[in-house]
């Protein structure tokens, strides 16, 4: 057991692991550090301590994406009513989340995840009609709070809503980092208010920075070296069968 964080060293190991290749993935797709990060953690420890550790990753690797796109984060304006409803989602259903037993959340994170993968996989999502924006927004917005405040994991459904409007790569990484950097703050906040993110688990999760953001970098460096699109096909493949995993062990 480590002093410091009260986690068994197995945990902070795997955990300091899991976030090298979190960041790896976030470097080179520029998604999937809270999905891979949690849904990996959550195989060897239970899914509430998974999520509290991704919180700081979450937040200071997103803080650093919006600063080097800080030229395009104008481009997050016309969702601000994804934004607000998202957050408000956020902050209500994390003081729910408590009152949610861990198979729940374990198979709900599992569905999440699924869901974004084979989405993201065969590339189903259609064009969505302007006149549909702000209501796309808000359902887009409350779904993405409901699995965040409970699971830790909101990405999906804006990837998603992201795709149908047929985002440019500019907007949509500009846009991703502002959501997911506001969504893990009003997070961290919410967590630390109803007892889910401990002393030791704030702890573990800052430290757990440090190999994100090295992953991260490493990312950056070889996305010009690999096949991006072989890559990403590759790591939705790996998120479906954690998805996949994660239902198993809430169901049986």
Not at 41 to 50: D, G, I, Y
Request: aromatic share 10%; proline share 5%.
């Amino acid at each position: 057991m480590d002093t410091l964080t009260g986690l068994p060293n197995t945990v902070l190991v795997g955990a300091l692991c899991v976030y090298v290749l979190a960041g790896l993935v976030k470097g080179t797709i520029g998604i999937g550090l809270p999905t891979a990060g949690i849904s990996l953690t959550a195989q060897f420890t239970e899914p509430r301590t998974a999520i509290a550790l991704a919180i700081l990753p979450m937040l200071l690797t997103n803080a650093w994406q919006i600063w080097r796109s800080r030229q395009h984060t104008y481009r997050a304006l016309p969702y601000w009513p994804l934004v607000v409803s998202m957050a408000i989602s956020i902050a209500l259903f994390a003081f729910v989340a408590p009152s949610v037993s861990i198979q729940w959340v374990t198979l709900m994170l599992g569905i999440t995840v699924f869901i974004f993968a084979i989405v993201s996989l065969i590339k189903i999502v259609p064009k969505l009609p302007p006149q549909h924006n702000l209501s796309a927004q808000l359902t887009t917005g409350i779904t993405s709070g409901v699995l965040g405040g409970i699971t830790g994991v909101w990405a999906p459904p804006i990837v998603i809503y992201m795709s149908a409007m047929r985002a440019d790569k500019a907007t949509f990484v500009a846009v991703i980092g502002v959501f997911l950097f506001l969504g893990s703050l009003v997070l961290a906040i919410s967590y630390s208010t109803v007892g889910l993110l401990s002393r030791g688990q704030a702890i573990a999760s800052f430290i757990l920075v440090i190999p994100a953001i090295l992953g991260f970098a490493l990312g950056e460096r070889i996305r010009n070296r690999l096949d991006e699109e072989l890559f990403k096909r590759l790591v939705l493949w790996f998120f479906l069968l954690m998805g996949l995993n994660l239902m198993r062990k809430a169901i049986w």
